[in-house]
């Protein structure tokens, strides 16, 4: 599903703009963490938290382009920016608060027990609530003319703010 149809469904309803996939959850046996809820949080966070440092390495590898010339220097160059803003905008997009994403399993963390149980039961249904988000508001703003795209207002703009913010504490910032 996350990766043939998934992707497929997106670039028709976009009319080819947008595509992305999916991959299988990352088992984890909650039995076995000493503290369960605030564990569960750790775990969560832990890929999105590897995301966002996998792009202040690739800004940080942007030092590097002194040492290329030419073709080879735009190549590098372009695939570092890439690896930054992929990796914040997967960041950013697994941090919604929706099972089965992990910002879901964080916010299931640290609710308040009853609204953490009602938010876990969503978990069967947070594909088809994210499908959703993705889809409907782009369709029905397409129609109306209007700019309805709710995940760019919530993962985009902040996407790009947060690469701004890391190519200037990584002093790469010229580059983009």
């Given amino acids: 599903f996350g990766t043939i149809l998934l992707p497929a469904m997106l670039l028709l309803a976009s009319g080819g703009t947008m595509a992305f996939g999916a991959a299988k959850p990352v088992p984890v046996n909650f039995m076995r963490l000493r503290h369960p809820r605030r564990d569960m949080v750790l775990v969560a966070a832990a890929g999105p938290g590897a995301n966002l440092l996998i792009a202040i390495l690739s800004a940080l590898l942007l030092h590097t382009l002194p040492l290329f010339s030419g073709v080879a220097q735009e190549w590098v160059q372009k695939n570092l920016f890439n690896s930054m803003l992929i990796n914040i905008l997967l960041a950013l997009f697994n941090m919604i608060p929706i099972p089965p994403l992990d910002g879901g399993r964080v916010a299931v963390g640290i609710l ?56 200037n504490l990584t002093g790469v910032g010229k580059y983009f």
């Avoid at 947070?126 to 700019?147: C, E, H, K, R, Y």
Wanted: no cysteine; glycine share 10%; charged share 10%.
């Fill in 112 to 167: 308040p027990r009853p609204l953490a149980i009602k938010l876990a039961g969503l978990e069967r249904v947070g594909i088809i609530i994210i499908l959703v988000l993705l889809l409907v508001p782009a369709l029905v703003g397409d129609s109306l003319g209007m700019d309805l795209n709710i995940l760019w207002w919530l993962i985009g703009q902040p996407a790009f703010d947060l690469l701004q913010l890391i190519g």
